[in-house]
């Protein structure tokens, strides 16, 4: 079946620090999402990209669909402690109503 | 005003025992799902509904049965628990294939 392969699977950095982190498939989507869940939360979306080559910012997070569709990366500026969490990454195919999701980025942030 | 909620959160149960897990939206959606998040916290899509027909069935063992007993419902029963079946179930929904919206999770432990 359809996979992701997200990097890196975890992430140590001081406070005040730019994050970056991707998502590549063998496959093409036609939506990425990019998702961040909370200890004992649901993932919550964080931005949503629908054509490739689309730049969205939502504050200090921005993301892009990659020209071939198979990858997409998300970039956190000056992170804060209030960043820590798990970053997922999730794929779907046109028309489709399943998210094929990455395994997650963990980011802890050292004060 | 909880827009996807799930109960319980918590659910500690013996082995062969038979569970059911509620989930409830309020934003009108069509399509519910339902997703199971291992240990590792993968992420994986087990079910769909949309207008109370199943459209997605991920190979989920038969033991699982969901029930959509209108729009705003997916219930999730589990026969003859499994250790295996230890995990977090949650919740989601969506208009069509639009951004799905999560539940907080139910955390599911069976001894």
């Known amino acids: 079946g359809q996979q992701l392969n997200q990097s890196p699977q975890s992430m140590f950095i001081q406070e005040g620090e730019d994050v970056s982190m991707n998502c590549t498939s063998s496959s093409i989507f036609n939506t990425w999402l990019w998702y961040k869940q909370d200890p004992g939360e649901g993932p919550v979306l964080l931005i949503a990209?629908?054509?490739?080559?689309e730049l969205t910012s939502n504050g200090r997070l921005t993301a892009q669909f990659g020209i071939t569709r198979k990858d997409s990366f998300l970039n956190i500026s000056a992170s804060i402690p209030s960043d820590v969490g798990i970053y997922f990454c999730?794929?779907?195919?046109?028309?489709?109503?399943?998210?094929?999701f990455g395994q997650g980025t963990r980011l802890t942030i050292n004060p | 005003d909880t827009a996807v909620s799930q109960t319980p959160k918590y659910l500690v149960t013996q082995m062969g025992n038979d569970k059911s897990i509620k989930c409830e939206q309020n934003?009108?959606?069509?399509?519910m799902y339902w997703y199971k998040q291992d240990s590792k916290k993968f992420l994986k899509i087990m079910f769909s509904?949309?207008?109370?027909?199943?459209?997605i069935n991920e190979t989920v063992p038969n033991r699982f049965s969901p029930k959509s007993p209108d729009k705003a419902h997916l219930n999730l029963h589990i026969n003859s628990l499994e250790l295996g079946d230890s995990a977090v179930y949650f919740c989601?929904?969506?208009?069509?294939?639009?951004?799905?919206?999560f539940g907080p999770g139910t955390r599911l432990l069976v001894l």
């Open positions: 999730a794929g779907q195919g046109r028309g489709a109503q399943k998210l094929v």
């Open positions: 934003l009108g959606h069509d399509t």
């Open positions: 509904y949309n207008n109370k027909e199943l459209i």
């Open positions: 989601a929904s969506s208009s069509g294939s639009e951004t799905q919206y």
């Open positions: 990209l629908y054509k490739a080559g």
